[in-house]
Each structure stands twice: as structure tokens, then as C-alpha cells.
Nanobody, 126 residues
Framework: QLQLVESGGGLVQPGGSVRLSCAAS????????IGWFRQAPGKEREGVVC????????THVDSVKGRFTISRDNAKKVVDLQMNNLKPEDTAIYYC???????????????????WGQGTQVTVSS
């Protein structure tokens, strides 16, 4: 069984930082690109960042440019998302997802990722 489990979410003040982790089981990460998505209340799920299987390629949406950094350790089967300078609009449930290809897609769409975690809540509020 392929499984991804997110952790690290919680309540943080604007300008603060949170580090999310995505732990994989049932498969190795060596051949999977990993993306982070988020879904805010009342809104559709959107792609945030992605990292290639080797970690050599990363992509991100403009809204998190310079603030979010994705990294991975395939041996430990972990993908992390470091989120800095958080804003209230970053409040959402964050999901990690695996794609059965080495590279990230040109468009960060849900349909391009086949395995999903349960999500972890990040709330940014003063």
C-alpha cells in the first residue's frame, strides 16, 4: 500500500515559520516527483510547490516565491516544506502528493499526482 503522511502543521502568527514533513511508506521515493498542495476553506485545492525525484528541480507558484522551500531525503523517505514569512492567506490544509515520474509537471494539477496524504492544517493568524 502506498501511503503519505503529513505532519508539522499548527497555529502560527503572521511572519512566522512552519516546517511540514511528508513521510512515505510502501514505496521508495527515488522515482517519484513530490508536490505540495493546499486547500483553504471554501476554495479549491491548488498546487504550491514540487520537487523532482532527485531533488534537482523545484517549482513553485508565484504567491510563495522566496518564502517556501521544498527539500527531500529519499533514503529517509521524507519530503519537507519549509514555510517562512507566513501570511494569513497561507491558511489551509496542506497535502503532499506523489507523481509516478521523475520530473515535476509544467502545470501543478491534482490529476498529475496519484498518491495523496491526509493533510495537515496550517493556520496563520494573529
Amino acid at each position: 500500500q502506498l501511503q503519505l503522511v503529513e505532519s508539522g502543521g499548527g497555529l502560527v502568527q503572521p511572519g512566522g515559520s512552519v516546517r511540514l514533513s511528508c513521510a512515505a511508506s510502501g514505496f521508495t521515493l527515488d522515482y517519484f516527483a513530490i508536490g505540495w498542495f493546499r486547500q483553504a476553506p471554501g476554495k479549491e485545492r491548488e498546487g504550491v510547490v514540487c520537487i523532482s525525484s532527485s531533488g534537482g528541480q523545484t517549482t513553485h507558484v508565484d504567491s510563495v516565491k522566496g518564502r517556501f522551500t521544498i527539500s527531500r531525503d529519499n533514503a529517509k523517505k521524507v519530503v519537507d516544506l519549509q514555510m517562512n514569512n507566513l501570511k494569513p492567506e497561507d491558511t489551509a490544509i496542506y497535502y503532499c502528493a506523489a507523481r509516478g515520474f521523475d520530473d515535476c509537471p509544467l502545470e501543478l494539477r491534482e490529476a498529475y499526482f496519484g498518491a495523496w496524504g491526509q493533510g495537515t492544517q496550517v493556520t496563520v493568524s494573529s
